[in-house]
Structures are given as structure tokens and as C-alpha cells.
């Protein structure tokens, strides 16, 4: 285990817990937590139709120190935001509470409830360099550093990163009201760079020790200046639509459906459903091949394979899963990739990253090329709006200090 507690970040959540719930006592037990960021490799809306994804956790995080205050009340302190609290007396989703951080709380603790823990107050202050609304799942790091949190702080059985990635997806779902598959929590959780297959109610992953840089190639996500959760109903009507097309198969997901018998009932599948339903189907498929065909390239070292995949992936989710266009004059995402495209000129790879519409997209830049990729995307778009990225091997984890 890397010792992230030596890093920075954690001793300005330290600081943080000590402005605002004051000195621990001397006899207090001190628990550390680090919860990375995720980067989607591949795989572009497949995971909630069951489908494959390439995922690596990467180098920004949730760095947090959490102390039990012998109360029923948990109190979260987010550097830059307001201190909130929640009170143990009830677990059920509270509607008010629907996309608030209180919600997450809320839903983690239910979660290790049901393992046969028994909840107790606690002060936990946290520091996230995960950009928010970007689409690195600072919210699956969040939840994944509650739920390592309460796992140490509530005495009961260990917890898989793959369950733990579940508990974060039901408080994710159900307590925040966001529809979100599983890549996110389970990429946080598993760190490293993995292979997901969500066919099954229970993943089956396999991971890589694959080195970007080394290959030639900078991983550099860029932040579009659009905050995706402005459109968490565009996002939510992705999968609806895909599993509209499920349905008419008498099954849930696409993973499910005979893509001949897809083929055969098109006409009727259009008529009924419009097109752009038929299309984002198609993407399904079409991505959950080019996913396969990555992760093959990556493990025979086939960079110059997995970036020619890659663009094709890119245009599937442009003009297949639309989830790049967000229509009219207004156009974050699309713009972002044209301006990375310019100055790439065909070299490296493009694509939209992670649910679409705003957030980020992802870009393997010629690592000779990437301190003057960066600062003109940034002289684009603003200082700090692209970044070099690297796979962090370390999930979700806690520490006593």
C-alpha cells in the first residue's frame, strides 16, 4: 500500500478536522482515507447494459481523516464547501435530500448497516482533488471514502472493492437519484487499470500494468468548462432509451439480446421507438467489440492498435450514442474535441469520456508533444482545463494512523 498520507492533500484534511471539530483527543483512534478518481479507457455507455470496460484509476483523489465522536450524528467537512451533518435515527432515502452530498452519506451508511454493522456518529474531514462535474467520478471517490470509513469505524466483516463498488452504486441510484451504472465505483474501487465484464450481477475483472507514458502516448483528460450534472437528464435518458430497445426482446439489456434478431426487427424497432434509440443499440455493440479489441491490443503492447480503436470509438459515441452534441448553438464537448483534433492533426487519439454531453473528454497526446498540447488547450479554455493523467494502482482504502 503507497503511504498517501504523506502526500500534501491529506495534511490539509488534517488541518480541516482540526478547524472544524477541533483537536482529536489524545486518546482518540485517527483513521487515514484515499479514494482515487477513475478514468473510463474504453467502453463508452456499455456498463449498465452489461457490457465490457476498460477503466483505470488515476492520480488525483479524496484524502480524509475520519475520528468517532461517541454521538449519532456523522459530520462531513469538504474543503471549500459548507460543514453538513446527518443524524443515524433514519437510513431510508429521504427525498429532500435527493442530489446532496447528504444523500451519499445517507446511503453509504445504510449500505454497511446491512452488513450487520451498527452505525455510529463520526467527524470525517476530506480533501478532493478530483475536479468536480468533470467527469472523473468525484462522486463514486466520495462515496468509495465513506464507505472505506465506515467499514474501519463500525466493526464487522471485510468488504470486496467489488462490493464496496455495489454499495456505492445503490447509494448513488437510489439515495442521489443519479442512474449510474457500475464502471465508476468499481474502477475507484479496483484501482489499477482493469478489464470490467458486467454481464453477470457479480463483475468479472482482470487487470494490466500498462504504463501510457512509456508506450509514447500522455493520458490527458480535458475539462470542457461544462459541468455534466447540468445534464443529468440527457445522461438519464441514454440508458432508458437502450434498455427500451431490451425490452422489446422481453429482457432488461442489450447484453441480453441476439444482436440477428436485433438486425431483423430494426424497421419495427425505429417505427416505434424513433431512431435515435436504434442508434444508441447500435453504439452498444459496435463499442462493446472495439472494448475487447483494446484490451487485446493493450496486452500484446499495441499501442499503434489500441489508438486506431480508439478513434473508431470516438465516433461511435459521436454519432451513434450522441452523447457529444448537447443541440443548438451551445456545443462544450464537441467543441473541446475539435480543438484537441486541430492541434493533434491525426496523431494520438480522441474521445469522449465518461457519461458525455459535458464533463471531459480524453486525449493520448505523443508524449513529445504534451506540455504544448496542454498549455494551448488551456490558453483555450482556461488554466488547469487539461492535464497529464497516470494510472494510480491504489483503490479505495483506509488506514488507521
Not at 44 to 70: C, K, L, M, S, Y
Not at 164 to 193: H, I, T, W
Not at 339 to 354: P, S, T, W
Request: proline fraction near 4%; aromatic fraction near 10%; charged fraction near 20%.
Amino acid at each position: 500500500m503507497s503511504d498517501f498520507t504523506q502526500a500534501p492533500e491529506f495534511a490539509r484534511a488534517r488541518a480541516l478536522f482540526k478547524q472544524e471539530f477541533g483537536t482529536p483527543a489524545p486518546d482518540a483512534r485517527q483513521l487515514a482515507v484515499y479514494a482515487p478518481g477513475r478514468s473510463e479507457i474504453a467502453g463508452n455507455h456499455t456498463d449498465h447494459e452489461g457490457g465490457h470496460v476498460i477503466a483505470g484509476a488515476v492520480n488525483v483523489a479524496v484524502f480524509g481523516i475520519a475520528v468517532a465522536n461517541g454521538t449519532n450524528t456523522i459530520r462531513i467537512a469538504d474543503e471549500g464547501f459548507p460543514t453538513f451533518e446527518i443524524t443515524l435515527d433514519n437510513l431510508d432515502p429521504v427525498e429532500e435530500e435527493k442530489v446532496t452530498s447528504q444523500s451519499l452519506v445517507r446511503g453509504m451508511a445504510r449500505a454497511l448497516a446491512d452488513t450487520g454493522r451498527t452505525p455510529e456518529g463520526f467527524d470525517f474531514s476530506f480533501v478532493c482533488t478530483v475536479p468536480s462535474g468533470g467527469g472523473l467520478s468525484s462522486s463514486a471517490a466520495v462515496e468509495a471514502a465513506y464507505g472505506r470509513a465506515m467499514e474501519a469505524l463500525w466493526p464487522g466483516r471485510a468488504i470486496t472493492p467489488v462490493e464496496l463498488a455495489q454499495m456505492s452504486q445503490m447509494a448513488e441510484n437510489r439515495y442521489f437519484g443519479k442512474p449510474c451504472g457500475l464502471m465508476d465505483q468499481l474502477a475507484v474501487c479496483l484501482g489499477g487499470l482493469a478489464y470490467m465484464d458486467f454481464r453477470e450481477s457479480e463483475p468479472k475483472t482482470a487487470k494490466l500494468d500498462f504504463d501510457f507514458d512509456a508506450a509514447g502516448y500522455a493520458l490527458c483528460l480535458v475539462n470542457v468548462g461544462c459541468d455534466h450534472s447540468a445534464f443529468t437528464d440527457d445522461y438519464a435518458a441514454v440508458p432508458v432509451e437502450m434498455q427500451q430497445v431490451a425490452a422489446e426482446f422481453g429482457v432488461n439489456r442489450l447484453c441480453e439480446v441476439d444482436p440477428a434478431a436485433f438486425d431483423e426487427a430494426l424497421p419495427a424497432l425505429r417505427e416505434k421507438l424513433g431512431d435515435r434509440a436504434v442508434l444508441r443499440a447500435i453504439h452498444y455493440w459496435y463499442e462493446n467489440d472495439l472494448v475487447d479489441r483494446r484490451w487485446d491490443a493493450l496486452n500484446a503492447g499495441d499501442i499503434d492498435a489500441f489508438l486506431a480503436l480508439t478513434r473508431d470509438s470516438g465516433a461511435s459515441s459521436g454519432m451513434f450514442l450522441q452523447n457529444v452534441s448537447t443541440g443548438g448553438s451551445y456545443q462544450p464537448a464537441m467543441l473541446a474535441l475539435g480543438m484537441a483534433e486541430r492541434l493533434l492533426d491525426g496523431e494520438g487519439a480522441i474521445r469522449i469520456h465518461g457519461g458525455g454531453f459535458g464533463g471531459s473528454i480524453q486525449c493520448f497526446v505523443p508524449v513529445e508533444k504534451v506540455d504544448g498540447f496542454i498549455a494551448q488547450m488551456n490558453a483555450w479554455l482556461g488554466e488547469g482545463a487539461c492535464r497529464h493523467y497516470l494510472i494510480s494502482e491504489e483503490g479505495a482504502c483506509a488506514q488507521w494512523l
